[in-house]
């Protein structure tokens, strides 16, 4: 690779795993997520949801930004993010990543009538969910809320959680992150 040529973030984040001499089994038991989808991570072909993403960045010990060499590249003084599609659900950074910020702002849009595929989420901290449009079905633990526009919930991150729309239209939510 060309040294000024950028790794992609699944690039990043196996150079950061194989810098700690981390297994991808103990990457995956470090992070609670599954080792094959670590591996398709790591491989670019699938696009991690923001907790994973979150999990990857504490436990390889390193800020998001850094990991994601090429938006960070795209990324100016005013925050520049592109959308980023991970399964059912679209998610764009409205704030700026840092190894000082703990606060992170994300628009997220879950397209009609689809349930939540793949692992739950959790990561540490709390979550803060603002339904801006549609209708949004969250499961946190062993509880399940079902949320119109302008309703919101705020919960242990923690916890395992997944997000589904039950909706025939779009669900847009502002989703703020705290990490400590």
């Keep these: 690779m060309a040294k000024d040529q950028k790794k ?5 984040v196996k150079a ?21 989808l670590l591996e398709k991570v790591e491989n670019d072909e ?6 994973l993403v979150l999990q990857l960045s504490r436990t390889l010990k390193v800020d998001v ?11 100016s003084s005013r925050v520049k993010s592109q ?3 991970a399964g059912s659900y679209a998610y764009k950074q409205l704030t700026k990543s840092g190894a000082d910020k703990h606060l992170g702002g994300y628009l997220v849009t879950i397209e009609p009538d ?21 209708h949004l079905s969250i499961s946190v633990g062993k509880n399940t809320s079902l949320l119109e526009r ?4 705020h919960f242990n991150s923690a916890l395992h959680h997944a997000l589904s729309n ?3 239209e779009k669900a847009e939510l502002l989703v703020v992150l705290y990490i400590p």
């Design 46 to 51: 699938t696009t991690p949801p923001v907790a």
């Design 16 to 36: 950061y795993r194989e810098g700690k001499r981390l297994s991808i089994k103990e990457l995956a038991h470090e992070t609670g997520y599954p080792a094959d």
């Design 150 to 153: 302008g309703e919101c919930i």
């Design 8 to 12: 992609s973030f699944g690039q990043s």
């Design 65 to 75: 930004a850094t990991l994601d060499q090429n938006e960070n590249k795209k990324a």
């Design 83 to 85: 959308k980023r599609r």
């Design 166 to 168: 039950p909706s025939g």
């Design 114 to 134: 689809t349930v939540h595929e793949g692992v739950e989420y959790h990561h540490e901290g709390e979550e803060f969910i603002y339904v801006l449009k549609g």
